[in-house]
């Protein structure tokens, strides 16, 4: 405790300005020498932008500033944990990442942890909305032992509650804090399930009828997804088969021209918004198999009618796409969006190349061995960044080596799916491009003497 005190007064005593649009300065406990800082724009998906890198001094404290333009949610990730907080325009935050650890997660690999504040700006977003919750918080406590005892007098006091908070924050300029107890207030006070309270209707129209959606706003978010949770269960059984009839064929634009009839969904946003709920629910309870799942995710990116609403389809697409030992590849992507001729009954053995990488250069010749060696039963396919400059010695090397390349940006999304970090590598599928080994053997020997061979020829004998 007197070492945490003496680094958190330093922390206070050296809290220089910086000219930044926000300014972070910390004290981590974390063991992590590196902490990631990301932000979340999209909280439908939670994809995380990467922002800045920044290295605590050996006492913990680190300090950054960050180009913030509009209010959002930022994390802090290190040791397997993650912190989060919103930052505003100019925004000055001091805060320390403690060891304590809550008993939370963010995702099955990151503990979130619950960071501390000091010296926040009373104007400040994450004052205003802690004072509220705390406020909330309180309150509830103090009425909720009348709910089920003396319901009349609980939905009394909630009303006043709604009232009291409509009065200190409808008019508020800051529509991030606005939307936020809005929808807060929907998530708690109005999900009671009480005689007297707010029905579907009411729900409905009070927070649901928008034009559009702000993907940005997390309560809204989590308040639709609640709202929305399950909604083939919620419809009449007529809306519920053309719901399942339209997911079994991979049809998303059936899917939201289905919707778009119910009653609870205002407009194409929200079709959208419910459909793409329903498409991750059914792959999740395994009511959809994976090519059914990618197709479906793979139109509502293309389709959708907000560009949030698509890139959160894409992100979804992309990590469900990504290549794992077991996973398959995504057929209807690689014949149609890459355009790769697949062999029949041949294994796949996917190549990543650096032209001008003397290792890369030096394997071909192995590698077109093995091509002769395997012919007709082993399909190579060649991936290389189409940034990288050809050269002669490329040339040379790939003569006689007649299979399929394709040259991609590095930006291109197949480099995720995957996930290679350094050439040459390999991966090897089936032929129905099912994931044998994400991290395949090359065709020169390892430093156990091992080649490709050793596995192409247990597969092949069988």
Not at 110 to 122: G, K, R, S
Request: hydrophobic residues 40%.
């Amino acid at each position: 405790m007197h070492v945490h005190l003496k680094l958190l007064t330093i922390l206070l005593l050296f809290w220089a300005p910086l000219f930044g649009q926000v300014q972070l300065r910390g004290l981590s406990f974390w063991s992590a020498p590196e902490l990631q800082i990301y932000q979340i724009d999209n909280q439908f998906s939670k994809e995380k932008i990467w922002l800045q890198t920044v290295k605590p001094d050996t006492m913990g404290i680190f300090t950054t500033q960050l180009d913030i333009q509009t209010t959002s949610t930022l994390q802090i990730c290190g040791a397997k944990k993650c912190a989060m907080l919103y930052a505003q325009p100019k925004g000055r935050y001091l805060i320390e990442l403690p060891l304590e650890e809550q008993q939370t997660f963010y995702n099955t690999d990151e503990q979130e942890i619950e960071l501390l504040f000091y010296q926040l700006d009373t104007n400040d977003i994450n004052y205003r909305i802690l004072g509220f919750e705390a406020w909330m918080d309180d309150y509830l406590a103090d009425i909720y032992q009348l709910k089920d005892i003396r319901s009349h007098e609980f939905i009394y006091k909630v009303m006043a509650f709604k009232a009291e908070t409509a009065a200190v924050y409808g008019n508020d300029t800051t529509t991030f804090l606005r939307d936020y107890i809005k929808y807060s207030v929907g998530q708690t006070i109005d999900n009671f399930s009480v005689i007297g309270g707010p029905s579907k209707d009411d729900k409905f129209r009070f927070y649901l009828q928008s034009e559009t959606i702000n993907f940005s706003q997390p309560k809204l978010i989590e308040y639709a997804r609640l709202f929305y949770e399950k909604y083939e269960t919620q419809v009449d059984q007529n809306t519920r088969l053309a719901i399942e009839m339209a997911i079994a064929s991979a049809n998303s634009q059936a899917l939201v021209a289905t919707l778009q009839n119910d009653p609870y969904i205002y407009n194409t946003a929200w079709a959208d918004f419910v459909a793409l709920q329903l498409i991750l629910e059914f792959d999740q309870n395994k009511r959809s198999d994976k090519d059914l799942t990618l197709a479906l995710l793979k139109s509502m990116a293309t389709n959708g009618q907000q560009k949030s609403l698509r890139d959160a389809a894409h992100y979804f697409w992309l990590e469900k796409s990504k290549l794992d030992n077991g996973s398959y590849w995504d057929k209807n992507y690689v014949t149609k969006e890459l355009q790769i001729k697949l062999a029949a009954n041949q294994y796949i053995y996917l190549h990543h190349y650096i032209p001008g990488n003397q290792k890369c250069i030096a394997e071909m010749a192995a590698l077109k061995r093995l091509a002769k060696r395997y012919e007709n039963k082993v399909q190579i396919l060649t991936f290389y960044p189409s940034e990288q400059a050809w050269t002669n010695a490329d040339q040379k090397a790939f003569e006689g080596a007649n299979w399929q390349r394709l040259a991609l940006p590095q930006t291109h999304e197949l480099w995720q799916q995957l996930s290679w970090s350094s050439a040459p590598a390999y991966i090897l599928l089936d032929p129905q491009l099912k994931v044998l080994n994400l991290d395949a053997l090359g065709p020169l020997p390892n430093a156990r003497t091992q080649t490709i061979d050793l596995i192409l020829n247990q597969l092949l004998s069988n």
